[in-house]
């Protein structure tokens, strides 16, 4: 297992986008202390802001995250990356494959565009978790994303494809939605807001926009369907769907293909 | 010339020197404000990318609603001009539109032109208790409200409720505006807004127009997409432009301790903002108070003390205006110059020195 150690506090934002198990198996210790991670004029190298430790295997553990770190794990494609603390925005961002666990917080638009993989964050995500970055057509796109804590708001905006379960989350949970799955305990006011189709399951909500319809209660197989595949990831979020569920209809601003689970 | 250095006033060299040694000793400085015209615009982006600056905007959080919202669906626009002159039905979204002047115009005339011309115009408001001819509160906010009228326009809800009598009459109308002001509807509500112009496009003809903008920010635009080929909010830390609104948000930056060094281009007035005192700033305001920065440079105000190019709200594009009364006062676009050539002499500390 290789291991980035971080000494101090980050004088600027860093980039981790190159950082990744794949990458360092490929370069000598020289090489990865001299990979340039800075992102003002200034600059700044890894191997000034962190230990290096290489075994070439295909994990790589980061002690001592800071909320500046951004892109960790962004584009990666196989192995895993595990942070003891906190990370900046982007986690995963665009991620292929491959697992991301962090073990504090993370900052805004956490697995943005990420086609597969899991990410794991064990306390809370910022705003836009899930959700595009600017002028990108989708969010979360095939991957998983598991917030243990609480998100921002607009958890899974505009996510396409995968999965997202969480604990709270902020208001617009899961606005613009594409299609997709998305599991909180609670959300706040407005929850799908201009979806077009998706799944949302909630455990309880905010405001619930004029432009639903509730369509009654339901008994449906799929839902018992995905209540298996939810219980391997977070029995808590699967036990929602073990309760009576009212279901609402919308965004009826949109093409109104989307549904709101809500757990009575 | 105006100039004062920590509030005692001195002439325009030491000002530019002490500005220049502030920013030369920046690790990560800012051009914030860009309310100045085009040449101006011009000098801050050849600064920024000559000493490595990000660069943010006085109105960058209505511009991101409205460019966020763009570069996803698109956008039906029109013009103030247009809006006067053929609308035949208005509808103002939120209480922000309201003090804009080019309401006082489409309330005192009547459509000249097109099919509506000679017709009575109809101003509908969501958002806002105004005096119009139908006017809905909508207690859910802005988005919902938007969201709401679209399905009655959509035929996804029915009824002759206040909603459903808007959605109406946008329908009935021959040339519809929809006034918005972008900071008040927000990203998701100038979406869900320009989906209700498409729906409406369908049936009759129905265009979005944003009012409102604060400083030169639809100068900016322009200008920074000419230059970059990207949004306002770009950080050139690592030679090439990098577009990232989040990271490169001024206020953001500031917050989480970032930046070390501001520099604010307000020469045409702009209200500053609070964080700019809790950094070391240089000002180039036109307002020139010897409080405004610990650095601070009086210059002309473009369309007064000279002539430049600025955007022109009435007729929505970039128009040059004449100086209506001329100074001495130096440009901001010669006094940022004059900054470079400093700067690039003085040469910025290399990359990759060892930082931590």
């Known amino acids: ?264 | 010339m105006a100039a004062w250095v920590k509030g005692g006033a001195t002439d325009a060299g030491t000002a530019i020197g002490a500005a220049a040694s502030l920013l030369a000793r920046a690790r990560a400085p800012v051009i914030a404000g860009l309310s100045a015209d085009v040449a101006a615009i011009r000098a801050a982006y050849d600064l920024a990318g000559r000493i490595g600056a990000s660069v943010d905007t006085a109105g960058s959080a209505g511009t991101y609603a409205d460019l966020a919202s763009l570069s996803r669906v698109g956008a039906l626009t029109s013009t103030p001009a247009e809006a006067v002159g053929r609308a035949d039905v208005v509808l103002v979204v939120g209480a922000a539109p309201w003090q804009a002047p080019l309401l006082k115009r489409l309330i005192d005339a009547k459509p000249t032109r097109g099919r509506a011309a000679g017709s009575d115009r109809l101003v509908l408001a969501v958002g806002a208790n105004a005096t119009a001819s139908l006017s809905w509160p909508a207690e859910g906010g802005l988005v919902e409200a938007v969201g709401v009228v679209r399905a009655y326009a959509r035929g996804h809800l029915a009824g002759d409720d206040i909603p459903g009598q808007i959605a109406a009459r946008l329908i009935a109308g021959q040339y519809g505006v929809l006034l918005y002001d972008p900071a008040e509807l927000g990203e998701a509500g100038i979406e869900m807004l320009q989906g209700l112009a498409m729906e409406l496009s369908e049936v009759t003809r129905c265009f979005t127009l944003a009012v409102g903008g604060v400083g030169q920010d639809r100068a900016v635009v322009p200008v920074s997409a000419w230059l970059t080929g990207q949004a306002p909010r770009s950080g050139f830390g690592r030679r090439v432009p990098e577009h990232d609104p989040w990271r490169f948000d001024a206020a953001r930056q500031v917050a989480a301790g970032e930046v070390d060094a501001v520099l604010w281009l307000g020469a045409v007035p702009v209200a500053r903002p609070d964080w700019l005192s809790r950094v070391p700033s240089v000002a180039l305001v036109a307002d020139g108070e010897a409080q405004a920065a610990e650095v601070v440079i009086g210059v002309g105000q473009p369309g007064r003390d000279h002539g430049g190019v600025l955007w022109n709200e009435q007729r929505a594009a970039l128009t040059y205006w004449p100086a209506s009364a001329p100074s001495d006062l130096p440009s901001a676009a010669s006094v940022l110059g004059a900054l470079r050539e400093r700067l690039v002499r003085g040469q910025a500390a290399p990359r990759s020195e060892a930082a931590c």
């Open chain 1, 1 to 264: 297992m290789s291991t980035l150690t971080l000494r101090q506090a980050p004088p600027e934002r860093l980039d981790f986008l190159n950082i990744n198990p794949l990458a360092l198996s490929r370069l000598s210790q020289g090489e990865v202390e001299r990979l340039e991670i800075g992102t003002t004029r200034t600059g700044v190298r890894l191997g000034d802001c962190f230990s290096v430790s290489l075994d070439k295997s295909d994990t790589l553990t980061i002690e001592g995250g800071h909320e500046r770190l951004d892109r960790v794990g962004a584009s990666l494609s196989e192995g895993a990356i595990r942070v003891t603390g906190d990370v900046g925005q982007r986690l995963g961002a665009g991620m292929a494959g491959g697992s991301l666990t962090i073990t504090g917080n993370a900052g805004p638009y956490a697995a943005s565009g990420a086609t597969g993989g899991t990410i794991t964050i064990a306390g809370d995500a910022g705003d836009y978790a899930g959700g595009a970055v600017y002028a990108a057509k989708v969010g979360l796109d095939g991957a998983t994303l598991i917030i243990r804590g609480n998100a921002g708001a607009h958890l899974g905006d505009r996510m396409r494809r995968g999965t997202i379960l969480a604990g709270r989350a902020g208001a617009m949970a899961g606005s613009r939605m594409i299609a997709g799955t998305l599991a909180a305990l609670a959300v706040g006011d407005h929850p799908g807001l201009g979806m077009r189709r998706g799944t949302l399951v909630l455990g309880a909500h905010g405001r619930m926009a004029a432009t639903f319809v509730e369509t009654g209660a339901h008994d449906l197989v799929f839902l018992r369907l995905l209540s298996k595949a939810l219980r391997g990831l977070s029995p808590e979020h699967a036990d929602l769907l073990a309760k009576p569920l009212r279901r609402y209809s919308g965004d009826l601003a949109t093409i109104a293909k989307g549904e709101i689970w809500v757990a009575a």
